[in-house]
């Protein structure tokens, strides 16, 4: 079974440029998180869909972070404009349900260096 | 939501068995207890999950006792491969989510 797939795996920008990530669920899983991982600290859920609805995006912040999932399938998080701290991994994940008991299958995740 | 507490880091040698207690006081009638392991430059990956008393799989051991206000996961018998950040999540079913904290970095020497 193939897993969670994330491109690009790293990107190096300037500041106040734009980025966008990919990500590709496993098949048939209803459940997308897009997750934001600073050096040195746990991954920080930036948003929820289940199935091509939000169910949480509290902590994206909405000035200069989009995400959207169309479909229900295939997802991508854009940052516009890119700022100092928006250095990080971005992790994707996917599970069969939105319960937080359903295991999260995480992608190998893309690499930010905004400069 | 609940708030989860864990060790900033553990050293362990190889062959030992290692335990990482995790600290929820909080923690609602519903909610699982789940531990993730990550390794660098991975995302983390799922390793056990339970509510109450103790879950065994190939891995690992998960021990909660009666009052569900903390958990320990236990690793038998730890290898150099096993050095990574382990975490522990303690699922909010009312708000339909569960947050990572900051883990427990395990070394594991030679």
């Known amino acids: 079974e193939a897993g969670v797939a994330q491109s690009p795996r790293y990107k190096i920008i300037e500041k106040r440029q734009s980025v966008a990530f990919w990500c590709n669920p496993i098949?048939?899983?209803?459940?997308l998180y897009w997750y934001q991982q600073i050096l040195g600290q746990g991954p920080k859920l930036l948003i929820q869909?289940?199935?091509?609805?939000?169910?949480?995006d509290s902590q994206l912040p909405k000035d200069r972070f989009s995400a959207e999932r169309l479909k229900g399938v295939d997802s991508t998080l854009k940052i516009q404009p890119a700022k100092l701290e928006d250095s990080a991994v971005y992790l994707c994940?996917?599970?069969?349900?939105?319960?937080?008991?359903?295991?999260?299958?995480f992608g190998p995740g893309t690499r930010l260096t905004v400069l | 939501l609940a708030k989860t507490t864990q060790p900033i880091s553990m050293d362990s040698y190889e062959g030992q068995e290692v335990n990482i207690t995790c600290s929820h006081n909080?923690?609602?009638?519903?909610?699982?207890i789940t531990w993730y392991q990550q390794f660098p430059s991975q995302g983390p990956r799922f390793i056990i999950q339970?509510?109450?008393t103790k879950v065994t799989n190939e891995v690992a051991s998960l021990f909660i006792p009666a009052d569900r206000k903390s958990s320990t996961l236990s690793l038998p018998r730890v290898s150099l491969s096993d050095t990574a950040v382990y975490y522990c999540?303690?699922?909010?079913?009312?708000?339909?989510?569960?947050?990572f904290g900051d883990g427990t970095t395990l070394t594991v020497k030679p």
């Open positions: 999540l303690v699922g909010d079913t009312n708000a339909g989510k569960s947050t």
């Open positions: 909080n923690i609602a009638t519903n909610d699982y």
């Open positions: 339970g509510y109450k």
């Open positions: 098949s048939g899983h209803a459940t």
């Open positions: 994940a996917s599970s069969l349900g939105d319960a937080t008991y359903n295991e999260q299958f």
């Open positions: 869909f289940q199935n091509n609805g939000v169910v949480d």
